[in-house]
């Protein structure tokens, strides 16, 4: 197992690193209102998307810091381009702040089948699966943009205008000693749309704290349409919805 493996079964580790680094640099938590197995492309109408995100710490003060708190808990810097299975930095709160843990994304697949990587909004709150967390372990994945193709195998990143990071919102369970997390998916909006018919539910700013402290909101949040997004060929040619 990776050493972003091994961390991911020892959340409250990284919960207590956390804090500690947080009150030794000053900062009383992540205050994100501020600026500051691989998945194969899947082709347009598959039922499930955002097999693959950005992480660009060195394009984000907030990221940044995010990456420095989990190094410093000993666990492995995510790499810019997250893949299923890997080891990665997610938001949760944690004595009423909002600190990074580092958690693998996937749910185990039923039977030994394939990770589950994402949840389906909408149903969430009635699947076996996810309703627990729906109630009670909810986090955040903070990212710089998400991939997607389209039905001819275009890739395209996806970002949020005029700021450098992009939060998804997400859930996440222990199984088997080890804490994994599953991103929350919804219809596409119209930024989106284009490319594939589903998105991740991607929270403003302001919305991540609600999402995790109060359950109420967070389920009308599952329902929301997510904010517009610019979105990019990997050739580098910018579009907008």
């Known amino acids: 197992m990776s050493g972003a493996g091994r961390a991911a079964g020892r959340p409250d580790r990284f919960f207590a690193a956390a804090l500690r680094f947080a009150r030794t640099t000053g900062h009383t938590g992540i205050d994100v209102s501020e600026g500051g197995g691989r998945?194969?492309?899947?082709?347009?109408?598959?039922?499930?998307?955002?097999?693959?995100?950005?992480?660009?710490?060195?394009?984000?003060?907030?990221?940044?810091?995010?990456?420095?708190?989990?190094?410093?808990?000993?666990?492995?810097?995510?790499?810019?381009?997250?893949?299923?299975?890997?080891?990665?930095?997610?938001?949760?709160?944690?004595?009423?702040?909002?600190?990074?843990?580092?958690?693998?994304?996937?749910?185990?697949?039923?039977?030994?089948?394939?990770?589950?990587?994402?949840?389906?909004?909408?149903?969430?709150?009635?699947?076996?699966?996810?309703?627990?967390?729906?109630?009670?372990?909810?986090?955040?994945?903070?990212?710089?943009?998400?991939?997607?193709?389209?039905?001819?195998?275009?890739?395209?990143?996806?970002?949020?205008?005029?700021?450098?990071?992009?939060?998804?919102?997400?859930?996440?369970g222990v199984f088997g000693g080890e804490a994994r997390y599953c991103i929350l998916t919804t219809q596409a909006n119209a930024s989106v749309a284009p490319v594939h018919h589903r998105m991740p539910l991607v929270l403003r700013a302001q919305e991540v704290r609600p999402w995790l402290e109060d359950e109420q909101t967070a389920r009308r949040l599952l329902h929301e349409t997510p904010p517009e997004l610019e979105r990019r060929e990997t050739d580098g040619q910018l579009r907008l919805w």
């Open 39 to 172: 998945s194969a492309p899947r082709k347009k109408g598959a039922n499930t998307m955002c097999g693959r995100y950005q992480f660009s710490w060195e394009e984000s003060r907030m990221l940044a810091r995010i990456r420095e708190a989990v190094r410093k808990a000993g666990a492995q810097a995510p790499r810019d381009e997250v893949f299923p299975s890997d080891g990665a930095p997610v938001l949760v709160l944690r004595e009423g702040k909002v600190v990074p843990a580092v958690m693998g994304w996937g749910f185990p697949g039923m039977q030994g089948g394939r990770n589950v990587i994402n949840a389906r909004a909408e149903t969430a709150e009635e699947r076996p699966m996810f309703r627990d967390g729906v109630a009670a372990r909810r986090c955040v994945v903070p990212a710089t943009g998400f991939y997607e193709w389209d039905a001819d195998k275009r890739r395209y990143l996806f970002r949020m205008p005029a700021r450098t990071e992009l939060y998804m919102a997400a859930l996440y």
